[in-house]
């Protein structure tokens, strides 16, 4: 009997991979009939990318990702706040990538397809229920689009990695109700322009209520790169957040005169803005952390168990964690309820207290602690945030999500031999 898995992205795909390295029957049930390279630009942090490397993507990640070199955190006014090598810059053994979401996915994909055969993953299945039966599982599948039934499959676990509006979830927990909105909005968009903070750069400015991110996901000859990029803007409580729809086009006049004099020495960021290919948007949402993923022979993996805001960079990593965890006890304690319990013993903790360092911005704090200390700017950060101050919100974060340089660098591989 297999291990049945929901939802092909970039958890369900990592577990697929980590269960054939580890000679492990599963099958994988995606709802849409074709994975496309959607979406737009993410960050992968080394704690996640070792665990790539350790199935053998190495040299696909190269092909498709830029390794980062920095962050930069900065005011509204362009000043310099704090920066931070990154990956293996900063003294880690790996490094972070930069990367193309569906660009990352389709990698996954082709690496899975092409190891273990196209057979693994069913297309245009989703799964709509599940129900023990002795020694397994049993599992509902239907068309998203029409909603006729498609039959069922039995496995001996059923692992839902379905994303933030997982059909699992909702029926483990039918009163949760719908995701959990902050109040800021996202438009995102990639745009060709010149390279800036020396290259290779994940720059951050603002503050919460009006933030702009952005970072290199390509790099061409003539010395430009192509820049994913993410302006933030708190909203009323009655804006269309709900609809959660993620090709939804976004309007310039929305956002863009928030950031009309955003105009530094490093970066034109209306121009930047106005130059996009396309403008997509987005509602900052998440969920609320649960007191059990594992129930029985089925558990919840990557943003089914723990959607988390985009901040620190940490989503696809910690659903890239999830699975490797989850696939070494499936391996140590059999295909069966111990496994999962104990996956849910080890992950959920731990990524419940990221999603609500998240929601309180994580790492970006520094943003809003300078912006309230300094509305106007500054001539010398040091006389509005020291450097003690900056190194510790920094510190703090990275051993709360498992980026501590010496503890990663120190302990044994997640799955080992």
């Not at 040299?59 to 070199?69: C, I, P, Q, S, Y």
């Not at 196209?118 to 509902?140: F, N």
């Not at 997982?166 to 968009?189: C, F, N, Q, T, V």
């Not at 991110?213 to 708190?234: F, H, K, M, S």
């Amino acid at each position: 009997m297999t291990v049945m898995i929901a939802g092909a992205g970039i958890g369900g795909l990592t577990l697929g991979l980590s269960l054939h390295q580890l000679g492990i029957p599963f099958r994988i049930f995606e709802a849409v009939r074709e994975i496309r390279p959607l979406g737009v630009g993410i960050n992968v942090q080394p704690h996640a990318i070792r665990e790539l490397f350790e199935l053998g993507l190495e040299d696909a990640l190269e092909k498709v990702g830029l390794r980062t070199k920095q962050v930069g955190y900065f005011s509204a006014q362009g000043g310099e706040i704090w920066r931070e090598p990154r990956g293996e810059f900063a003294g880690y053994n790996w490094p972070q990538y930069s990367i193309h979401r569906g660009e990352m996915q389709m990698l996954l994909y082709r690496a899975l397809v092409e190891r273990a055969g196209k057979d693994v993953i069913r297309m245009g299945a989703a799964v709509t229920g599940s129900e023990e039966t002795g020694e397994g599982v049993e599992i509902y599948l239907a068309e998203r689009s029409t909603g006729k039934a498609l039959g069922t499959e039995t496995g001996r676990v059923f692992i839902a990695a379905d994303g933030i509006n997982s059909e699992a979830r909702k029926a483990l927990y039918p009163d949760e109700g719908g995701a959990h909105w902050g109040g800021i909005m996202m438009w995102r968009g990639v745009t060709r322009g010149p390279s800036f903070l020396g290259g290779r750069t994940m720059a951050m400015a603002g503050k919460k209520a009006c933030k702009f991110v952005c970072y290199p996901i390509a790099e061409y000859d003539d010395g430009t790169c192509l820049i994913n990029w993410i302006a933030d803007r708190a909203m009323p409580e009655d804006y269309m957040w709900r609809e959660q729809d993620w090709n939804r086009e976004g309007k310039l006049d929305d956002f863009l005169p928030a950031f009309a004099d955003w105009t530094f020495d490093w970066l034109n960021v209306p121009e930047i803005i106005t130059k996009a290919e396309s403008v997509l948007e987005y509602p900052m949402v998440d969920r609320n952390p649960l007191p059990r993923w594992s129930h029985g022979r089925m558990t919840l993996l990557g943003d089914a168990a723990h959607a988390m805001y985009p901040i620190g960079s940490n989503g696809a990593s910690q659903a890239i964690l999830d699975a490797r965890v989850l696939a070494r006890e499936l391996r140590d304690r059999g295909q069966g309820e111990a496994a999962l319990t104990k996956y849910d013993e080890i992950r959920r903790e731990t990524v419940n207290k990221l999603v609500l360092a998240n929601r309180g911005d994580g790492p970006d704090k520094v943003l809003d602690v300078v912006a309230e200390r300094a509305p106007e700017g500054f001539d010398d950060i040091s006389e509005v945030m020291s450097l003690a101050e900056l190194e510790s919100a920094a510190a703090g974060y990275k051993k709360l999500a498992g980026m501590d340089i010496e503890a990663l660098n120190a302990r044994g591989p997640l799955v080992p031999n």
